[in-house]
Nanobody, 126 residues
Framework: VQLQASGGGLVQAGGSLRLSCAAS????????MGWFRQAPGKEREFVAA?????????SYSDSVKGRFTISRDNAKNAVYLQMNSLKPEDTAVYYC???????????????????WGQGTQVTVSS
């Protein structure tokens, strides 16, 4: 499985960005997809995850709940992260991840995902 994240950039606080992650795998619909982020000097942290189905259940970290929305399009082998009301503390490299058999209680755990994209930089200026 290869994952390619894109859509990062520089945005002012309060602005929006939409991240995309394209997966090169024929069985995309069998993977739980997640977004994580890592700021300089900090550990990688969970942002959001979505179950295998097109309208699967979603999970969010408390820090982004209500501002970010994860979605997927299984026909396009893609997962998205719509980020609204961005804050300077959202600045980080954002990674998409894919995992099989990821149970809901483990979606926040980077170790539950077997495949990772290269990351895309998001910078939010104050």
């Amino acid at each position: 499985v290869q994952l390619q994240a894109s859509g990062g950039g520089l945005v002012q606080a309060g602005g929006s960005l939409r991240l995309s992650c394209a997966a090169s795998v024929s069985t995309f619909s069998t993977y739980v997809m997640g977004w994580f982020r890592q700021a300089p000097g900090k550990e990688r942290e969970f942002v959001a995850a979505i179950n295998r189905n097109q309208y699967g259940s979603t999970s969010y970290s408390d820090s982004v709940k209500g501002r970010f929305t994860i979605s997927r399009d299984n026909a396009k082998n893609a997962v998205y992260l719509q980020m609204n009301s961005l804050k300077p503390e959202d600045t980080a490299v954002y990674y998409c991840a894919a995992g099989r058999g990821v149970i809901q209680s483990s979606r926040h755990d980077p170790g539950a995902y077997g495949y990772w994209g290269q990351g895309t930089q998001v910078t939010v200026s104050s």
